[in-house]
């Protein structure tokens, strides 16, 4: 099944300690992308890559850091999260220039 | 910037019509939609490309004017199941595949 996975769905932790979000597709995208959704202001990227080895930063970048060593994956790191980081987010992969996104099915983070 | 969406919300009836509107400052190559359910994530519905064509989706359909800059969402003889938030997603001929993503527009559907 063509698919985005990612890991935890939820998560609670403390500020300053250090977390990964794991994204992972099976459907041979070139292009990812992480954003972070919070009530009344819709999805607002993060960071996002073209290719293997190719990252930019989206809208909201700071606090926040990515890699793409392999196609298939595109982790989020969280170096010192802080409370204003929780909110829910989602990784995205799409064929470029060949359709719509799929979405991960989106970790919600609670940072305290 | 981001694309406008209107209206915010609206509340139907089963059975009843909806138009959802999706407005840019920028020139558009494409516009994408989307449906999300609470605490699920977005689903696909359909891309609109630079040419003014309309889709279809089962009773969802779209259509894109480009000399507006806008995009509207027609959803008919709206199903229970049509119920969530539909955003769009705009890309302009500069943006480098990135989408600019509206607020969103939330659709409750009473039996």
């Known amino acids: 099944e063509a698919q985005v996975t990612q890991n935890p769905r939820y998560l609670i932790t403390v500020t300053g300690k250090k977390l990964t979000v794991t994204c992972s597709q099976n459907?041979?995208?070139?292009?990812m992308s992480w954003y972070r959704q919070d009530p009344g202001l819709g999805l607002r990227q993060i960071y996002y890559?073209?290719?293997?080895?190719?990252?930019d930063k989206g809208d909201v970048p700071e606090g926040y850091k990515v890699s793409r060593k392999e196609k298939r994956n595109f982790p989020l790191i969280l170096e010192s999260p802080s409370p204003n980081q929780t909110s829910l987010y989602f990784c995205?992969?799409?064929?470029?220039?060949?359709?719509?996104?799929?979405f991960g099915s989106g970790t919600r983070l609670t940072v305290v | 910037q981001q694309p406008v969406q209107s209206p915010q919300a609206v509340i139907l009836r089963e059975g009843e019509d909806a138009v959802i509107n999706c407005s840019s400052s920028?020139?558009?190559?494409?516009v994408h939609w989307y449906r999300q359910k609470h605490g699920e994530a977005p689903v696909f519905l359909m891309i609109?490309?630079?040419g003014g064509e309309q889709k279809g989706h089962d009773k969802i359909s779209a259509s894109f004017n480009e000399k507006k800059q806008q995009s509207s969402l027609y959803l008919t003889a709206s199903q229970l199941s049509y119920s969530g938030t539909y955003f769009c997603?705009?890309?302009?001929?500069?943006?480098?595949?990135?989408?600019?993503w509206g607020a969103g527009t939330k659709l409750i559907i009473k039996p």
């Open positions: 995205a992969s799409t064929r470029l220039g060949a359709g719509g996104y799929t």
């Open positions: 459907m041979n995208h070139e292009y």
């Open positions: 890559s073209m290719n293997v080895e190719v990252t």
């Open positions: 920028k020139a558009l190559y494409s």
């Open positions: 609109l490309l630079k």
């Open positions: 997603g705009t890309e302009t001929s500069d943006s480098n595949y990135q989408l600019i």
